[in-house]
């Protein structure tokens, strides 16, 4: 198993779509854990990608690829995860987007995954979200916890203007903020006005669970 989650990152971490999508239906096959092929398998190549190209090595055109690649993957997964999502009980609502300025969203589409297979209803606003977008979706689905994604040094400041917005809409104290991606930590994510900071996917449905009284 561990062996098959080697290869999955490996072929996604050599951009290699005919292999990463054989290894994936065979650990689907042979019951890997879908967590575990995720976050241990498919996202570990993603952040091998990222090495290859701060060194150097890959170019934006292949991190173009690269995210192909992974959702092409995930798209294999879907009914999978669908029928983990009919087994567990109703938790609350997350209205998750990538903060304004910023186009990344493979992270943030795997938080919302996540989090929808354990349980929670999850309004995707997608990338590039002005801080009224949150509001306005906050108060339409009186969510419970709001998600903001940032991969960016430059937009991380934005999550600031998110929860600033919250508060002059009055709707502070009622939702709970949860922060993520690569630029940020736990001290970072307090600073901005986050309650908390969750390193990937499988730590943001636990810290939401907790959040919510619900670990
Ligand atoms: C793929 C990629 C792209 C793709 C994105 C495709 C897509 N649909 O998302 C494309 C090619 C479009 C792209 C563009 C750019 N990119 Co880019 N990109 C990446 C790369 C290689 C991988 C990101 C990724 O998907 N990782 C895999 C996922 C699974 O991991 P993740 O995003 O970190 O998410 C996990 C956690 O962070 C966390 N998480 C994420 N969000 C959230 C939200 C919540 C609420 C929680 C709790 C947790 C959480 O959980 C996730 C799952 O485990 C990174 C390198 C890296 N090391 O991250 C660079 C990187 C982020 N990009 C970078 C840059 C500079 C850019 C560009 C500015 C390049 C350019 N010159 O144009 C543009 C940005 C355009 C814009 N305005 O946004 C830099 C950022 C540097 C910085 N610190 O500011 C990086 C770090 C590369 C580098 N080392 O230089 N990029």
């Not at 080697?6 to 054989?22: F, P």
């Not at 009980?89 to 186009?103: A, R």
Request: net charge negative; glycine share 8%.
């Amino acid at each position: 198993m561990t062996d098959l989650l080697a290869k999955i990152r490996e072929s996604v971490a050599e951009l290699d779509l005919d292999q990463t999508l054989e290894h994936v239906r065979e650990a689907l096959e042979r019951g890997v854990d879908v967590v575990d092929l995720i976050e241990k398998g498919l996202a570990e190549g993603m952040r091998i990608v990222g090495e290859k190209y701060e060194s150097g090595e890959y170019f934006i055109a292949d991190l173009i690829v690269s995210a192909e690649i992974f959702n092409k993957a995930l798209s294999i997964l879907k009914p999978k995860l669908e029928e983990m999502r009919k087994q567990v009980k109703p938790l609350g609502t997350v209205v998750i987007g990538t903060v304004y300025g910023d186009i990344h969203d493979i992270g943030k589409n795997l938080v919302a995954t996540m989090l929808r297979i354990s349980g929670f209803e999850v309004v995707d606003l997608g990338v590039d979200v002005p801080p009224e977008k949150f509001v306005e979706s906050v108060k339409k689905h009186n969510a419970d916890i709001v998600g903001i994604s940032t991969l960016l040094t430059s937009t991380m400041t934005h999550i600031r203007d998110v929860v600033e917005a919250l508060k002059k809409a009055g709707l502070r104290d009622r939702v709970k903020v949860i922060v993520g991606g690569a630029p940020l930590t736990e001290e970072i994510a307090k600073e901005l006005g986050a309650d908390a900071y969750g390193e990937n996917a499988v730590k943001a449905v636990e810290i939401c669970k907790k959040l919510l009284g619900k670990a």
